[in-house]
């Protein structure tokens, strides 16, 4: 079945990074486009970053589009979230996804790694 | 970016009832839309997609409809087990954005 795993949450301080990271398994991850999404505390989903099958195309939401890059490493089926320069609006609750291809649609996700940013 | 707007922001119902949950974005998205049903503590789990086929092992009340810039989901027989956030998606371009959910409860 398919589970995805994410990893890497804590707590930092403004202007720090983190690197969130999220295992899968249980199909084959090398042909799936791969997300992350975020949930402030009490608040709606955002939607974060993609990246292709291949790890070529990437797309960032704008609030995070130059401080966060999204990678994969297929090879380990695992997906990535470098997160530079962490602002306090960016504590969340981070999940990995995946794209249920043919366009659209999150059909499988994690369940999430907690990151808060306090000074 | 495109803006997804959800109302009501709350909405409670008697078991049995019907219960439709609008969802308007800021352009035509055509028929790029997915609806996801978040219960208190959980991960989202999707719901329909293509804003109108509904995705696989979800129960037949759930059902979508609209295109273009107005869409709905509705769920025929409210159950105690659909207490959740419902949240629209758009897959339009990027970035994708969602609404910021609708919240059923059971009156």
């Known amino acids: 079945q398919v589970q995805l795993v994410e990893s890497g949450g804590g707590v930092v301080r403004p202007g720090s990074s983190l690197r969130l990271s999220c295992a899968a398994s249980?199909?084959?991850?090398?042909?799936?486009?791969m997300h992350w999404v975020r949930q402030a505390p009490g608040k709606g989903l955002q939607w974060v970053a993609i990246?292709?099958?291949?790890?070529?195309?990437?797309y960032y939401a704008s609030s995070v589009k130059g401080r966060f890059t999204i990678s994969r490493d297929n090879s380990k089926n695992t997906l990535y979230l470098q997160m530079d320069s962490l602002r306090a609006e960016d504590a969340a609750v981070y999940y990995c996804?995946?794209?249920?291809?043919?366009?659209?649609?999150?059909?499988?996700w994690g369940l999430g790694t907690l990151v808060t940013v306090s000074s | 970016d495109i803006q997804m707007t959800q109302s009501p922001s709350t909405l409670s119902a008697s078991v049995g009832d019907r219960v439709t949950i609008s969802c308007r974005a800021s352009?035509?998205?055509?028929?790029?839309l997915a609806w996801y049903q978040q219960k208190p503590g959980k991960a989202p789990t999707l719901l329909i997609y293509?804003?109108?086929t509904l995705q696989s092992g979800v129960p037949s009340r759930f059902s979508g409809s609209g295109s273009g810039t107005e869409f709905t989901l509705t769920i025929n027989s409210l159950q105690p087990d659909d207490v959740a956030t419902y949240s629209c998606?758009?897959?339009?371009?990027?970035?994708?954005?969602f609404g910021q959910g609708t919240k059923v409860e059971i009156k």
């Open positions: 293509d804003a109108s």
């Open positions: 996804s995946r794209d249920r291809g043919d366009w659209g649609g999150l059909d499988y």
């Open positions: 990246v292709g099958y291949d790890g070529g195309d990437r």
């Open positions: 352009q035509s998205i055509s028929g790029y």
């Open positions: 249980g199909f084959n991850f090398n042909t799936y486009s």
């Open positions: 998606q758009h897959y339009s371009s990027y970035p994708w954005t």
